[in-house]
T-cell receptor
Framework: GAVVSQHPSWVICKSGTSVKIECRSLDFQATTMFWYRQFPKQSLMLMATSNEGSKATYEQGVEKDKFLINHASLTLSTLTVTSAHPEDSSFYIC???????????FGDGTRLSIL | AQSVSQHNHHVILSEAASLELGCNYSYGGTVNLFWYVQYPGQHLQLLLK??????LVKGIKGFEAEFIKSKFSFNLRKPSVQWSDTAEYFCAARGGNTPLVFGKGTRLSVIA
């Protein structure tokens, strides 16, 4: 079945560091991918929609200069958290779905901890 | 705006009790509906989905959900819960090719 791979699974870094998270669709092409964030004991909140070959669409309240998204190919989207601070610590999850009546497939998520 | 609401924040049940978790959505047009489960420390898993056809959908692990269009609801049910069903349950919806929108989740605690 369709698989979405996310890397790394866990990042611990110092405040001020920029962190890049990769999301790949392994056996299907995804012109669109989605990035979600989940704070502890809360629901998934959509951050942005990543579009292959064009700019990402950000949800209200999400800083596009803070969370850089690049969708360079039909199987890869990256999310870069720039100059990360402790309040950016969260669980980041990417998702994509094949065309047609298919459920959305989720990566395993990246736990980001900023010290 | 599109939204999904889950009525119960935390549900506590004894083993073998029946479960029903409420979910209501606010969408115009065709809607696809989903229930996901997230076990402690793990990622999301799809329990079941509704796209069209029979409004009673059966999923994995004995779960089912019923789409009632007139009530804009997609409640999740299980006749007899087990301790291993302790998890967070998320209802989600999307229209067409839009991204999934999640409800706030319901924490289910099953006690022996």
């Amino acid at each position: 079945g369709a698989v979405v791979s996310q890397h790394p699974s866990w990042v611990i870094c110092k405040s001020g560091t920029s962190v890049k998270i990769e999301c790949r669709s392994l056996d299907f092409q995804a012109t669109t991918m989605f990035w979600y964030r989940q704070f502890p004991k809360q629901s998934l909140m959509l951050m942005a929609t990543s579009n292959e070959g064009s700019k990402a669409t950000y949800e209200q309240g999400v800083e596009k200069d803070k969370f850089l998204i690049n969708h360079a190919s039909l199987t890869l989207s990256t999310l870069t958290v720039t100059s990360a601070h402790p309040e950016d610590s969260s669980f980041y999850i990417c998702s994509a779905y094949p065309q047609g009546h298919q459920p959305q497939h989720f990566g395993d998520g990246t736990r980001l901890s900023i010290l | 705006a599109q939204s999904v609401s889950q009525h119960n924040h935390h549900v506590i049940l004894s083993e073998a009790a029946s479960l029903e978790l409420g979910c209501n959505y606010s969408y115009g047009g065709t809607v696809n509906l989903f229930w996901y489960v997230q076990y402690p420390g793990q990622h999301l898993q799809l329990l079941l989905k509704y796209f069209s056809g029979d409004p009673l959908v059966k999923g994995i692990k004995g779960f089912e959900a019923e789409f009632i269009k007139s009530k804009f609801s997609f409640n999740l049910r299980k006749p007899s819960v087990q301790w291993s069903d302790t998890a967070e349950y998320f209802c989600a919806a999307r229209g067409g090719n839009t991204p999934l929108v999640f409800g706030k989740g319901t924490r289910l605690s099953v006690i022996a």
